[in-house]
Structures are given as C-alpha cells and as structure tokens.
C-alpha cells in the first residue's frame, strides 16, 4: 500500500511540475473587483490545488471524528447491555451463574 502512496505522490508531482513549466507566462487574475499582481500562472494553479487539498483532508478529519464517536457511543451501548440479567436473556445467552 505504501508503493501505490509513493507511486501516485510521484505522479501527482510529475503533473503538477508539467503544469509549472507549460504555464510559466505571467497572469493577472481579477475577481469580485480584487485584482492579484502579476504572478506565473503555475503559482495560481499551485495554490488552487492546495486550497482543495486542505478543503477535502479537512472534510475527512471531520467525518472520521464524526464516525469514531458514533463508534465510542455505540461501544458503550454495547457494554451498559451486557449489565442485566435481562438483556443477557434477550440475547439467548444463558444466566449468569447464581441468578435464576
């Protein structure tokens, strides 16, 4: 699995160095009446690809702290029902020994 990581991170890189070097023309970008300085159009498309990148790892972390609490939550459902003696009968396990 860490082959497959570095092979993609490889490719990912040999990508993103094509796109620096096919776009080394200076730009202006201009939006909502900002206009940047002029920078090579590699920088912007740097930066848009690293905006996404912190966006979806931020998106992740939220959804996998998300899970694992429902998992904590879950778990403790799990341990609080094997308490009575009750629970245990609905589960068809047999009575504690002592308890009738």
Avoid: C, H
């Amino acid at each position: 699995m860490k082959v497959l990581r570095n092979v993609v991170a490889i490719l990912a890189l040999l990508i993103l160095l094509i796109l620096a070097f096919a776009n080394a023309e200076p730009v202006r970008l201009s939006a909502f009446g900002y206009r940047t300085p002029e920078l090579p159009l590699f920088i912007f498309l740097l930066v848009a690809f690293a905006l996404g990148y912190l966006l979806a790892a931020l998106v992740g972390a939220v959804r996998q702290a998300a899970l694992n609490r429902r998992i904590v939550k879950l778990e403790r459902g799990l341990d609080n029902r094997g308490r009575t003696g009750q629970d245990r009968a609905d589960l068809g396990e047999p009575p504690a020994p002592g308890r009738d």
